[in-house]
Antibody, heavy 125, light 107 residues
Framework: DVQLVESGGALVQPGGSLRLSCVAS????????MQWVRQAPGKGLEWVAN????????NYVDSVKGRFTISRDNAKNSLYLQMNSLRVEDTAVYYC??????????????????WGQGTMVTVSS | AIQMTQSPSSLSASVGDRVTITCRAS??????LGWYQQKPGKAPQVLIY???SLQSGVPSRFSGSGSGTDFTLTISSLQPEDFATYYC?????????FGQGTKVEIK
């Protein structure tokens, strides 16, 4: 089956760093935009960041700009999220998500069609 | 950032009921809107993209409508497996933003 598998979640102290990884199976990562979406315990979904097919364009939610970096290694079929200066409010399950975008007239529509199982990041002292 | 406001935040319904969830954007987003279903302990799944296009494999009892600022997700006849939380997501601009979610519970 087509799937995404995340790893790297852990318990870390405030101010610490963590690197999440996501490996794609049975599809070629380089054909897709990819994103990270997170969900704090008992809360809703929050889009965190995305990256284009060749890795040259990234976008972030304001709350993580300057602290998180999304990257990819298409040769390894892998996506990453480097998280620095972690805060208690970054505690969440982090999902790796494929965007199977489609063209509609002159613009593109996102379809987040494949999600990983999630990896838990806990920021606490 | 564009704010997405869903209503209601929760609802109770019976199997066979028609259910409608609304999502309002703080500014116009064309039809750049998706709907996602999430069951407890699971990752979300896409139901609708482009406001009204049904994702492959999703039952036809799900439908979406709307454009601009006001959108609707309708479940024509609620089934036991539909009890879940539903989120709208705008993909018109960055940052992408989700609605706060609507929890559909069994009456």
């Amino acid at each position: 089956d087509v799937q995404l598998v995340e790893s790297g979640g852990a318990l870390v102290q405030p101010g610490g760093s963590l690197r999440l990884s996501c490996v794609a199976s049975r599809f070629t990562l380089s054909n897709y935009w990819m994103q990270w979406v997170r969900q704090a315990p008992g809360k809703g979904l929050e889009w965190v960041a995305n990256i284009n097919r060749d890795g040259k364009e990234q976008n972030y939610v304001d709350s993580v700009k300057g602290r998180f970096t999304i990257s990819r290694d298409n040769a390894k079929n892998s996506l990453y999220l480097q998280m620095n200066s972690l805060r208690v409010e970054d505690t969440a399950v982090y999902y790796c998500v494929r965007d199977n975008d489609v063209k509609h007239n002159s613009y593109w529509l996102d379809i987040y069609d494949i999600w990983g199982q999630g990896t838990m990041v806990t920021v606490s002292s | 950032a564009i704010q997405m406001t869903q209503s209601p935040s929760s609802l109770s319904a019976s199997v066979g009921d028609r259910v409608t969830i609304t999502c309002r954007a703080s500014q116009g987003i064309r039809n750049d809107l998706g709907w996602y279903q999430q069951k407890p302990g699971k990752a979300p799944q896409v139901l609708i993209y482009g406001a009204s296009s049904l994702q492959s494999g999703v039952p036809s009892r799900f439908s979406g409508s709307g454009s601009g600022t006001d959108f609707t997700l309708t479940i024509s006849s609620l089934q036991p497996e539909d009890f879940a939380t539903y989120y709208c997501l705008q993909d018109y601009t960055y940052p992408r933003t989700f609605g706060q979610g609507t929890k559909v519970e069994i009456k």
